[in-house]
């Protein structure tokens, strides 16, 4: 499409510069915002018609409409600190299919319908100005931080699929001896929904097939404390 409109210029017209599957999000930090984004995935899993992904390589692109004048050193510094995060460990999306809900609450909805209110979404901040500007919704893309796995498995000759999706909290999130307890919000540390969802070969969606989700909450002793972690390197 970009090829066949260019020829109508005598200039070059529009370049494209990068192919993606999604947007992460936009960070600004002392002189311009950048574009996140995912540039290769892995499938890992399917609910009915419901597609979901591992995020496997991202980059970032600078958004700017004034030419080149060079990166300051404080500019670069923190954009170095912020690619440190690795978002090709371990985060998940799907276009279709809220990971940021278990199955009960997303039965009550429309089907495909996304929300950003969720301690879930690792990239609900970098979405911000994004949704609050009322922009489609078919280009926010909610991640999840975890673990997701399905099997195909055989119960007494009938195959069913079993998928594990592991939900991280980015409230009071990480480390484990480095967090512990809870913090003046509520939120305790490391805290994980693991859902366990069981449905067979024939689920189109909720109206069609057979299927059942088990649910199970995780995380630190819901109280203030921390723990000393000098003991456990002498």
């Known amino acids: 499409m970009i090829h066949y409109g260019n ?8 370049e494209q510069v990068q192919s993606s599957f999604g947007i992460v999000g936009f960070v600004r930090f002392t002189e311009g915002y950048y574009i996140v984004l995912i540039t290769k995935r892995r499938k ?8 979901i992904y591992k995020i496997v390589d991202t ?47 997303q039965m009550r909805t429309i089907p495909g319908s996304i929300t950003m209110a969720s301690k879930y979404v690792w990239n ?5 100005g994004f949704t609050k500007n009322r922009i489609s919704s078919k280009w926010v893309i909610n991640i999840i931080h975890g673990f997701i ?15 594990l999706i592991a939900r991280r909290s980015k409230q009071f999130a990480g480390t484990r001896y480095l967090k512990r307890g809870t913090n003046d919000e509520g939120d305790v540390a490391n ?39 000098l003991a456990l390197y002498t």
């Open 7 to 14: 020829k109508s210029y005598a200039t070059r017209g529009v």
């Open 59 to 105: 980059c970032m692109l600078k958004i700017s409409s004034q030419p080149s004048r060079g990166q300051s050193s404080v500019e670069a510094k923190y954009l170095k600190i912020f690619q440190n995060v690795d978002l090709s460990s371990n985060f998940y999306f799907s276009y279709t299919y809220d990971l940021s809900q278990p199955l009960q609450p």
């Open 149 to 163: 796995c399905q099997k195909n498995i055989s119960v007494f000759g009938k195959y069913v699929y079993l998928t």
């Open 191 to 229: 805290e994980v929904e693991t859902e366990q969802i069981v449905h067979d070969a024939s689920l189109s969606w909720h109206s069609t097939g057979r299927i059942t989700s088990y649910l199970q909450l995780r995380g630190s002793v819901p109280t203030f404390w921390s723990q000393v972690t």
């Open 44 to 51: 890992v899993a399917t609910i009915g018609y419901h597609v």
């Open 124 to 128: 609900q901040r970098l979405l911000k």
